[in-house]
């Protein structure tokens, strides 16, 4: 006798075991490894960001200058005896920076700025050395997710680009001509350290969640905000590479008063120096002014910003925008006061740090209202 029936079975269904629906075929074949490459990119994110704090005390403390000589490879080891030091010092008695401002220096301070230099030059070998063996390793395991071999190779050859444009800089201030590093050169330098910070930054952000959810979270991309953002993005840039000039001159210890410089609105003699391009660069008055004008106008940019996220429907856009604003507040009062008290090392490192984390925090701004978090009516 056959078994009873359920008047809810369809006539003829099969009742054994059915195959389970299939699902994120987007997502389906070779995946890659998705967490793992996060992981990887996020150690040469933060190794990115003690590069630049480093080269921001290196600037800080003249030390720059006390490696005269470019060896990739040879130059990892430092000197190893009293005669490799002594060596060492020799080139670097050659230079104006000794001769015209450092006299009277002896072996034992050379030392001190000398490992400053050393260790920002090794930390860079690291950073190349980690992305080499990670892009290669995810290489010949066939674990770099679909479409990421291109994007991951960026990094690594605007690397090896900042090496040659770290050495650039560095020559400027042995030719002669003058006792520093040329400001420009710095902040190209500075530039370059921060575009491959936030291209590490986007990615990590990207491969934090699946290729299917980015998207279906891409046709709800909030353009106005994604232009804002990306408006904040490059006006923050442009605020770095400023603050990269005023620190290439030191001009941030010439003007300690605030909200005037000197007294008045501009400072004494803003174009002094010929030809007058030059006070773009060289003036420290001129470029400090630049500095703080342009700070204003970027937190004006931020609070605008911030007013036009109100409207928006997702909480995490929002709560972006909160935190975007809340950090160039607390970047331009950092700012004011390390005018005031003349730059000294802690204020003007924590000052640095402030950039670092702003543009981060622009940078996660912008890819959210790129990629909005969907939220149910609950939350």
């Known amino acids: 006798m056959s078994a009873k029936r359920s008047i809810f079975e369809e006539v003829g269904e099969d009742k054994t075991a059915r195959a389970a629906p299939q699902g994120g075929m987007i ?36 030390s720059g200058l006390s490696i005269t ?22 080139l670097y008695q050659q230079i104006p920076e000794f001769q015209l401002q450092n006299s009277g220096m002896d072996l034992a301070e050379f030392k001190s700025i000398y490992w400053w230099e050393w260790s920002h030059r090794q930390l860079g070998r690291a950073i190349g050395l980690v992305w080499a ?19 991951l190779i960026i990094p690594g050859a605007l690397g090896g680009v900042q090496g040659a444009v770290g050495w650039w800089m560095v020559s400027s201030g ?31 952000f ?39 000039l005023v620190a290439g001159i030191d001009a941030g210890r010439g003007y300690t008063d605030w909200p005037l410089m000197a007294g008045g609105f501009f400072p004494p003699e803003p174009f002094w120096i010929e030809p007058l391009w030059r006070n773009f660069f060289e003036n420290d008055g001129l470029v400090q002014f ?68 702003t543009w981060v925090l622009i940078l996660r701004a912008r890819y959210l209202a790129a990629y909005p978090v969907f939220q149910t009516i609950r939350g």
């Open 27 to 62: 997502d389906r074949g070779r995946r890659g490894s998705r967490g793992a490459v996060r992981v990887w990119l996020a150690v040469l994110f933060l190794m990115v960001a003690v590069m630049i704090l480093v080269g921001g005390l290196t600037r800080l403390t003249d």
């Open 133 to 151: 063996i990670g892009f290669l390793g995810f290489l010949l395991t066939r674990k770099i997710p679909p479409g990421w071999t291109g994007r």
């Open 290 to 357: 630049m500095h703080r004008i342009a700070g204003y106008l970027l937190v004006a940019f931020g609070i605008f910003a911030w007013v036009r996220s109100r409207s928006s429907a997702h909480e995490s856009v929002r709560f972006a925008f909160n935190t975007v604003l809340a950090m160039l507040f607390i970047q331009m009062c950092l700012g004011i006061v390390t005018v005031m008290y003349a730059a000294p090392l802690h204020l003007a490192l924590v000052h640095q740090l402030g950039a670092v984390l």
């Open 69 to 90: 000589e470019w060896k990739p490879v040879s130059g990892a080891l430092p000197p190893m005896n009293d005669a490799d030091w002594e060596a060492e010092f020799a």
């Open 206 to 244: 990207l491969l934090g969640r699946e290729e299917r959810e980015l998207m279906q979270a891409r046709r709800g991309r909030e353009r106005k905000l994604f232009a804002l953002g990306t408006g904040l993005m490059h006006f923050a840039f442009l605020q770095i590479l400023l603050g990269a």
């Open 174 to 204: 042995l030719s002669g001509e003058m006792l520093d590093v040329a400001s420009y050169r710095l902040a190209i330098h500075l530039g370059l350290a921060f575009v491959i910070f936030g291209f590490l930054a986007w990615y990590i």
